[in-house]
């Protein structure tokens, strides 16, 4: 009998460890970039560091794939201090998505809370975006890195806020990507940041302390930046942070992940 005494590095990693995913499969590459806060006690810009976003939102069909490897985070299973009686409340079953799920399958999950939106991220070796990272991404328009003080492109996304939302979401990625190539950063749902209730304060009614504190909509008044007095979708996205608390299980609020350079 004849032995095979050499093998392909990428054969190899095949038959020990299984098929090899990246883990930024479905991901894009946003590079290395700069913009200005809309809410900041101070003028400096922020500078986002390269890391990797998914593409469209997570939807129905991959959160079930999470439920059904993770029981404890079934809606029968789910420990109330992680989760309100919200969650999970739009599908028929622990893993059942119902008489919709064709239409629900490609569509975001919702009813999300925050800890089971980080469960899901860890499960697939990523982890939530930070505020500024998504604030980042969001800025940009179809053919912008940097739109938030374009009145047309901020206009779209407050059209979108005045809607109400469909009984049915659409699928993810039916509209056209931004400028880095992310699909459904507005227009769809709200989304889940890592640090979602926290952001440097400054206001008359509470004094500067250099801290990090949960958002309060009059404080963000005074201290939006100069060049963003006008962007009122911002101001609606940190007001609507500033009422989450991490166990919340909201409708039209889902999540993306994110990724390190490695």
Known sequence: MKYVTHLAPALLLFLFCG????QTDGMV???QGTYMPFYSSSKDSVTVETFYLDKHPVTNGEFLGFVEANPKW???NIKSVFADKGYLKHWADDLDLGPNSDKIRDSPVT?????AARAYAKWRGKRLPTLDEWEYVASASKRKPLASRDKEFVQQILDWYSRPNPDTLPAVGQNTPNYHGIYDMHGLIWEWVQDFNTVFISGESRSDQGELKQFYCAAGSSAASD???ENYAAFLRYAFRGSLEADFSVS????RCAHDIE
Do not use: Q, T
């Not at 009813?111 to 800890?115: A, D, G, Q, V």
């Open 19 to 22: 098929p090899v995913l990246a």
């Open 29 to 31: 590459r946003i590079e």
């Open 74 to 76: 079934r809606r029968s």
């Open 111 to 115: 009813n999300i809370s925050w800890f």
């Open 227 to 229: 060049v963003d007095k």
């Open 252 to 255: 039209n609020l889902g999540f």
